[in-house]
């Protein structure tokens, strides 16, 4: 049997999806891997008993070499280990409000059922995918990167590819006895599976600690990046921080967003953090403006705004003011005074878009 695909009408990534079955192994030999071909094919992937991944060119690794290769090797490396976060064909996956939960996930999955190994020198290894059902063995070739481009479900250059599938007996064998010599030949291999995992961890933990230091320091910070580059995932790492020194948090939003941060309050399926048990308040912009009333279960009248040690304020840029009346203050003024001011020393991360931020500042 041979298949092909050319992901735009036949995409690998539908095959995969039907072929990869409960405990299958997998063996991947690819230049680039990304969270979101993880993400892609989570489902499967979360079925296999392991897969074995080979950076097809070296990657977190030192090699000797002369001055001028060894800044093209580096270049070349960094390029590959950037793409784990989001190849240049998917921007489109960036610019949605999941990276950094697909980080996470991804790297629990490589905890638990993946092993990275790269190459060490420049002996040419073949792109291609091995999958082992026990009953029947498969051979993807001509598939270049582990993306979600890579699969098919994203655009990208290729003009020309096809991706090649067969079950032929001779075939498969010399692929999967090809693949598990050099898989244990450190003199062509080397692994590299804790420097993935770190590099993944890093997506969400560096935002996170440069947050923490600017608030720790000046008791304020705006966290200002593009739609969808994980504002609020970083700033649920800044809360659990918080939250473990035992501090109260209020989180001020829009109310179209309030389903959003609730849901990492609650006891749901689709909850991505629920092990951390996140504890802080929800309330609306425009709960500053009411001394009466509840808001998701909290009454206003009673609220002590001065106990927050953290507010979070969600898409700051729309934090407007209500119209000021001489017998009412506006939400600013109740930001500043009851909140800021009174009671406890209050640290605020704001949360804005960054082209906003920039056209205030032009």
Known sequence: MIQSFNNKTEKVGDDLKKSIKKGSKVDIAASIF??????????????????????????????????????????????????????????????????KAIAKECKKWIEQKVTFKTNVGHKYIQPHLTLDNTESKFVYTGMGEFSSAGVGYEKDNTILNQIIKTDDFEMTKQYFNSFEEIWNDPKILRDVTDEVVDYIADLYRDAVLGIINKLERYNGCILADSVGLGKTFSALGVIKYYQERNRTILVLCPKKLGDNWQTFLNNYDDNPLIKDRLNYNVLYHTDLSREKGYSNGIDLSRINWGNYDLVVIDESHNFRNNDPRKDKMTRYQKLLKHVMKAGVKTKVLMLSLLLLIIGLLI
């Open 34 to 99: 990304s969270i979101f071909g993880y993400e892609s094919l989570k489902s499967e992937l979360n079925k296999c008993e392991q897969i074995r991944f080979i950076f097809t060119d070296p990657t977190f690794i030192e090699v000797d070499k002369n001055r001028r290769q060894r800044k093209q090797f580096e270049i070349n490396s960094n390029n590959i280990k950037k793409a784990i976060s989001g190849s240049i064909f998917e921007l489109n996956l960036k610019n949605e409000l999941k990276g």
